[in-house]
């Protein structure tokens, strides 16, 4: 374990579901992060936080919507999505900005009928 | 152009060879640079990190960094079937900036 806890590990929701993406981290942290990850394509920013400030918002539709209530535990809320959403999300966090490397989490793999 | 190019494969070896894994970048901003290994229905994981150019070993594993022709190589010696993953490249312009950019990932099978 990475000591970065994502859950669910596999969401199935329909288009016009709204469900919650959590990630839970224990290790301290500088920032937390939200990627997507799409087969054969780099990682993806989605959002950054910054000690519970949203610092980073990598122009992502307002379908997704993060919130970072304490310094562990980060949400990915989820509405009206559509079919090309379907990605592996993974959940990072850094000790400072993040060039030192990422503890990520192992993802939720979402897939959008 | 891309920032970051990385070829996907697959790079299929036999076990107990080299392998060579590279990445090409166009920003000569970049001052920080990883390697990550990503098994299977897992997240990535950090496995090699470089500040500016130069070498860095652990292990089986070689890291290099040439700034002057933007190119990082990840070396595997006596490479094992446990070997096989996606590895991704990532580079980073300093700590304070919160953007690192990552490669698409190689794909590496070895052969038992």
């Known amino acids: 374990e990475t000591g970065v806890t994502q859950t669910p590990r596999h969401l199935v929701m329909g288009m016009t579901n709204k469900k919650s993406l959590k990630c839970e981290q224990h290790l301290g942290h500088n920032a937390m992060y939200w990627y997507k990850q799409s087969a054969k394509k780099p990682l993806e920013l989605m959002f950054v936080?910054?000690?519970?400030?949203?610092?980073e918002n990598n122009s992502v539709p307002s379908r997704f919507s993060p919130e970072c209530p304490n310094s562990s535990h980060l949400f990915l809320h989820l509405h009206t999505l559509q079919p090309e959403d379907s990605a592996l999300y993974l959940c990072?966090?850094?000790?400072?900005?993040?060039?030192?490397?990422?503890?990520f989490g192992s993802g939720t793999r979402l897939t959008v009928v | 152009q891309k920032e970051v190019e990385q070829d996907p494969g697959p790079l299929s070896v036999p076990e107990g060879a080299i392998v060579s894994l590279n990445c090409t970048y166009s920003n000569s901003a970049f001052q920080y640079f990883m390697w990550y290994r990503q098994y299977s229905r897992k997240g990535p994981e950090l496995l090699m990190y470089?500040?500016?150019?130069g070498n860095k070993e652990d292990g089986r594993f070689t890291a290099q960094v040439d700034k002057s022709s933007k190119y990082i190589s990840l070396f595997i010696r006596d490479s094992q079937p446990s070997d096989s993953a996606t590895y991704l490249c990532a580079m980073g312009l300093d700590t304070g900036g919160f953007k690192t950019i990552f490669g698409a990932g190689t794909r590496l099978f070895v052969k038992a």
């Open positions: 936080y910054s000690l519970e400030e949203r610092v």
């Open positions: 470089t500040y500016s150019s």
């Open positions: 990072a966090r850094s000790q400072r900005g993040g060039g030192e490397g990422y503890t």
